[in-house]
């Protein structure tokens, strides 16, 4: 993440796409009204630059800062893991580790675990789709079951959890008690993904980072909260590394 606080004046047309190692990638703004300078970073799956702007920004300005920091945007962009979509015989992240993919069409379509080896069967058109819904639901299930053990540690009731596609956060807790938790963390590690649902359960009781949300959340999770931030510091973006 780089910021700015005041850009040089633009004259003439900037675009709105960048050219990162070959690829054409569109510059999204979004402008905040309490940000106080530019933010430049690229989405988590290289899919775009994002620029957050404050009120006084102009657009053009915004796009000049992107175009002038194209080199730092392709060191980013070139560290990103290649994107590959699963296929019959390749690998996929599930839980920490990796399931080998075995299709066959005779399969049943609904995947099934057997050790090491994920089992599916269906035609192979669609079979990414019917991948992702089973991971999708796999880390509803999982996640719902790690909200159920921190509520009942922090004496809570357990409160609706819905799942999030979300490119920036892992998770979040709204003021309404809904906890909402990114389907990718299926493929962290368990304690990871648990350490995230945790963050979000303390937030039902404290919805800041005081030093007494930090004691409930050191209370109810049993493992140590900065190895799971350290590994998805170092590991998080490959997560995105497959699926669209």
């Not at 530019?38 to 300005?61: C, H, K, N, Y």
């Not at 075995?102 to 035609?123: M, S, T």
Request: net charge positive; with cysteine; hydrophobic share 40%.
């Amino acid at each position: 993440m780089i910021d700015w606080l005041r850009g040089a004046s633009v004259k003439r047309p900037l675009d709105p796409d960048i050219d990162l190692g070959g690829k054409r990638v569109p510059i999204v703004l979004k402008r905040m009204r309490n940000a106080r300078r530019l933010t430049l970073r690229l989405a988590p799956d290289g899919s775009e630059v994002r620029i957050t702007l404050p009120a006084w920004a102009e657009g053009r300005e915004a796009l000049a800062f992107a175009h002038a920091r194209k080199g730092w945007l392709a060191e980013q962009f070139a560290k990103m893991p290649q994107r590959a979509a699963p296929e019959p015989g390749g690998d996929l992240l599930y839980r920490g580790g990796t399931l080998r993919l075995a299709w066959e069409a005779r399969n049943p379509r609904r995947p099934v675990v057997d050790g090491d080896v994920l089992k599916i069967g269906g035609p192979e058109t669609g079979l990414e789709l019917r991948i992702r819904r089973w991971l999708e639901a796999e880390a509803l299930r999982l996640a719902d079951g790690d909200m159920r053990d921190y509520c009942a540690a922090a004496g809570l009731d357990p409160v609706p959890l819905g799942l999030t596609r979300a490119q920036r956060r892992w998770g979040s807790c709204s003021d309404k008690s809904r906890i909402r938790i990114n389907w990718r963390l299926v493929q962290a590690p368990d304690f990871v993904r648990r350490s995230v649902v945790a963050h979000e359960v303390a937030h039902l009781v404290h919805f800041d980072h005081s030093p007494a949300f930090h004691a409930l959340l050191g209370r109810i999770f049993e493992g140590e909260i900065a190895a799971a931030d350290r590994w998805l510091k170092e590991h998080g973006r490959g997560l995105y590394a497959s699926f669209g």
